[in-house]
T-cell receptor
Framework: GEDVEQSLFLSVREGDSSVINCTYT??????LYWYKQEPGAGLQLLTYIFSNMDMKQDQRLTVLLNKKDKHLSLRIADTQTGDSAIYFCAENKGANNLFFGTGTRLTVIP | DAGVIQSPRHEVTEMGQEVTLRCKPI?????LFWYRQTMMRGLELLIY????????DSGMPEDRFSAKMPNASFSTLKIQPSEPRDSAVYFCASSQSSYEQYFGPGTRLTVT
């Protein structure tokens, strides 16, 4: 497909793990990103992964990359209410501008 | 650093009026991006600059939209005349020759 695809919604209970999935479009994308947007705020870079890696861990965040399937996932361990936000996947398609997915709205239930 | 600064944070205007949105990128960053976010279309790249020069404006919706970057520390996005369908949140982002873009808080534009 031409667009970066994500599920629109995800609900998890506090303390559980969240997994947000993304399918990107271009195998030439050098970097893949996860951004977080809280209500009324701009996008905040959470983490990114270089295309020659298949996993990156940063505290509670784990990014998995499957280049063959062009699939990217973000796992948040021990999800907290403060993690409730919209999460955007993005790819750079080998250029300097980014192409964003539709965003996944994560709701954490106390 | 204060991060990317945008002004105003909120703008309400009447159809037909000119609107100017402002952005100050992070000092030292050589790329500047303007995005628009709506419920219907998500996040769209409008235009981006490198070293103050517009590189790709293919996302600018129509001639009513224009963007300038007169120097490394300032950019404007102008809509003239504005229409209700321009109502959205407009984001500015900057980066330093890398792929990590830093976003401003956005300007929420409402055109009545």
């Amino acid at each position: 497909g031409e667009d970066v695809e994500q599920s629109l919604f995800l609900s998890v209970r506090e303390g559980d793990s969240s997994v947000i999935n993304c399918t990107y479009t271009d195998s030439s994308s050098t970097y893949l990103y996860w951004y977080k947007q809280e209500p009324g705020a701009g996008l905040q870079l959470l983490t990114y992964i270089f295309s020659n890696m298949d996993m990156k861990q940063d505290q509670r965040l784990t990014v998995l990359l499957n280049k063959k399937d062009k699939h990217l996932s973000l796992r948040i361990a021990d999800t907290q209410t403060g993690d409730s936000a919209i999460y955007f996947c993005a790819e750079n398609k080998g250029a300097n501008n980014l192409f964003f997915g539709t965003g996944t709205r994560l709701t954490v239930i106390p | 650093d204060a991060g990317v600064i945008q002004s105003p944070r909120h703008e309400v205007t009447e159809m037909g009026q000119e609107v100017t949105l402002r952005c100050k990128p992070i000092s030292g960053h050589d790329y500047l991006f303007w995005y628009r976010q709506t419920m219907m279309r998500g996040l769209e790249l409008l235009i981006y600059f490198n070293n103050n020069v517009p590189i790709d404006d293919s996302g600018m919706p129509e001639d009513r939209f224009s963007a300038k970057m007169p120097n490394a520390s300032f950019s404007t996005l102008k809509i003239q005349p504005s229409e209700p369908r321009d109502s959205a949140v407009y984001f500015c982002a900057s980066s330093q020759s890398s792929y990590e873009q830093y976003f401003g808080p956005g300007t929420r534009l409402t055109v009545t």
